[in-house]
Structure formats: C-alpha cells, structure tokens
C-alpha cells in the first residue's frame, strides 16, 4: 500500500518557469516533495531539501514557500506560491513527516 500525500493547489516560480495559481500542484509524502505544472515539475527528496522559508511579497496574493535545495541538477530558485498562509504550509509539510535532512 503507497503512502498518502498532502496535495496543494497554486502557482510556482521554478528557475526562469512560472505558472500562476491555479496551474500548479505541490505534493508531499514523508520522503519526497513534488512541484508539478503543465510544462514544469520539481522533484526533490528529504535528503536534497536543506531548508523551506516563507516567501511574502504581497500578503494573501504573492506569499508561499522557497525550498532551499542541494540538488544541482534543478534551478536554484524553486517558490511554490499558495494562497495559504505560508507558515501554515510549511507547518503542514512538516506534520506530514516531511523533514529537510540535506546540506548546503
């Protein structure tokens, strides 16, 4: 039996690649983290995840979280962007089991 994961609806910044809310989910099971859109997607496990930070720009409508990551092969700047308030997210990531365990 495959675990469950939490599912998140809104937008994300991915490197150069954008897509507004809603055209993007985030995933997020013990052990991985998906960003997916129509023509973009990150995939990064626990171990490649060093930090998630709260992004605000404009509260309520430019706010969501950046994963900082170790993984060379993605860009560097990966935000996915949710009209939940950001340290609620990275709270319910969290409460999933999911835990950035890489290193800078």
Known sequence: ???????????????????TIPLATLRVSSSKLVIRSFFAAAELKASEVTALKE???????GQGIKIIHNQPQLPKTIIFW?????????????????????VQ
Request: glycine share 10%; aromatic share 8%.
């Open 1 to 19: 039996m495959s675990e469950k994961t939490l599912r998140f609806i809104g937008g994300h910044l991915i490197g150069p690649l954008s897509a």
């Open 55 to 61: 992004v605000i720009f404009i509260p309520f409508l």
């Open 82 to 102: 949710s009209l939940k308030n950001p340290e609620k997210l990275i709270q319910a990531i969290n409460d999933k089991g999911f835990v950035p365990e890489g």
